[in-house]
């Protein structure tokens, strides 16, 4: 096998290679693919939508249709590994509990119900967690702070690099550093499962919403110069409004996304140890 | 001897895309291991974002992003050949965001099958599928 | 668009890329593969894409790795190739 991949990767290297002497030098900028259509989107990005960052506007109002079905994929990816690997219990094992201010423990068998959390009863794992004192410190200082600057790199997208996209992906790392730090359950505390389902669909149909809310006032799909109608400013001042309404979409679902691969794949589905 | 010259130290940079696109590829074939087959999947997709964009370069342009700013655009029309081409750009954001994606997917069902078949290699998995 | 640093950068993903599927251990790839991928982020914000290159050091160098790490954790470090 090992050969035949060998004479295949050649033979396909040196295809490329032969189609490469047709290419244009490296920095051309009179190459095909800088003189179609990004000139106009360099000219006139700025005059028509008001927002410097070249990337942010072509992404989220000239080709807003492909965002819109990238947030789609990222829906999707989030919503396949849940249903791969999501195993719900079928029968309670025995359950551990220590009332915290006195220290008796508790032995609950078989199948009685018992609230998920409770401020006075804390759960004895038979997977036990390290407790260390300088992480979890250090989790505790820099989850804020990691979570403004998520909120930061979105709603400068319009003039730094950034977007909703980054934003979403440094926001639902935030939560995956708690999961590390604490474990596992005290991220499920703060972020349960029916919400992250919730968040994660919002965020396309804030998108596709917004869309459709273009569309009912009167324009094309995505032509985000319709909301000037109903918000008052100019045409102009409400594309770009447009985008950071559609990048906050993105940024919903992309955090909800994120945080929901982690926890099915590391706990194998079942929601309650890992790491 | 000129031709050789211009053929492989003018286009340097397209023989490295394309090594680096054959590394991925031989992993993704000739490995036996499925995690290496999806490190060789990832390496592929990222060595083609880089091809796409090292198209995007021009001599002497800057980051696409706009210094001119408010008022004073009408004035100073903005010069083409300023600014890089923000077009691949942005088609390989929604490349880099798919390649996570599937990534995820990938490492799900790469969990899901050594629950099932208590290993990871190609060749052992296809034996168990056999005997069964 | 520094040529020497395009270079030196250049030679260094590729050999991490060829590190990181010859190790035999996992978890060793796991880590291989971040270093890939931050190298990568370096050589994109090198030639002046910087959208792209924090997305990659965002997801590839931040996201990925734990997801990688974490699939380690739940099958097996070792391999045969």
């Known amino acids: 096998m090992k050969k035949i991949g060998l004479i295949i990767v050649c033979l396909s290297g040196a295809l490329l290679l032969y189609a490469t002497q047709d290419f244009p030098r490296w920095g051309d900028p009179n190459s095909p693919a800088s003189t179609h259509v990004s000139p106009r989107y360099i000219q006139k990005s700025l005059e028509e939508t008001d927002v410097p960052n070249l990337v942010t506007s072509i992404l989220a109002d000239y080709r807003g249709y492909d965002t819109m079905f990238e947030t789609t994929v990222i829906f999707a990816a989030g919503l396949s590994c849940f249903i791969l690997l999501r195993a719900f219990k079928k029968k309670e094992d025995d359950l551990y509990y220590r009332h915290i201010s006195t220290g008796i423990t508790l032995h609950i068998k078989g199948d009685k119900t018992i609230p998920a959390s409770s401020k006075e009863f804390e759960r004895i794992d038979t997977m036990w967690t390290p407790y260390d004192l300088i992480i979890k410190t250090v989790c505790r200082f820099l989850v804020p702070f990691i979570q403004i600057f998520a909120l930061y790199v979105l709603a400068h997208g319009h003039e730094s690099p950034g977007g909703g996209f980054q934003g979403g992906v440094i926001f639902g790392a935030s939560f995956i550093v708690i999961a590390i730090a604490f474990d596992l359950r005290t991220a499920l505390i703060r972020f349960k499962e029916k919400m992250d389902g919730l968040l994660s669909a919002l965020g396309v149909f804030i998108y596709a919403g917004l869309g459709a809310l273009c569309l009912l006032l009167g324009g094309n799909f995505l032509n985000y110069k319709e909301l000037a109608t109903i918000l008052p400013m100019d045409p102009v001042e409400a594309r770009a409004y447009g985008i950071l309404g559609v990048e906050i979409g993105v940024f919903i679902a992309v955090m909800a996304v994120m945080l929901s691969i982690y926890v099915n794949i590391v706990s194998e589905g079942r929601h309650d140890e890992g790491l | 001897m000129d031709v050789l010259i211009h053929h492989i130290i003018g286009k340097y940079n397209y023989w490295l895309y394309t090594i680096l696109m054959m590394i991925g590829l031989y992993a993704m074939i000739a490995k036996n291991n499925l995690i290496k087959k999806l490190v060789g999947m990832n390496i592929f997709q990222t060595a083609i974002i880089l091809f796409y964009v090292s198209i995007a370069c021009k001599k002497g342009a800057t980051i696409p992003i706009i210094e001119e700013h408010g008022g004073s655009v009408a004035g100073h029309a903005i010069r083409v050949a300023d600014y890089i081409n923000p077009l691949p750009h942005v088609l390989m954001l929604t490349a880099i965001v798919v390649s996570v994606s599937t990534f995820g997917v990938a490492l799900a069902l790469a969990v899901k099958i050594y629950q099932k078949y208590k290993t990871l290699e190609e060749d052992e998995i296809l034996m168990r599928l056999r005997d069964k | ?81």
């Open chain 3, 1 to 81: 668009m520094i040529p020497q640093l395009d270079i030196i950068i250049l030679t260094l993903v590729i050999v991490c890329a060829i590190a990181a599927i010859s190790v035999k251990d996992l978890l060793g790839c796991a880590i291989l593969f971040g270093a890939y991928s931050f190298m990568m982020c370096l050589l994109w914000a090198v030639m002046g894409s910087v959208d792209v290159a924090f997305t990659e050091a965002s997801v590839g160098a931040g996201v990925s790795t734990v997801f990688f790490v974490a699939a380690v954790f739940r099958t097996t470090r070792r391999t045969k190739d």
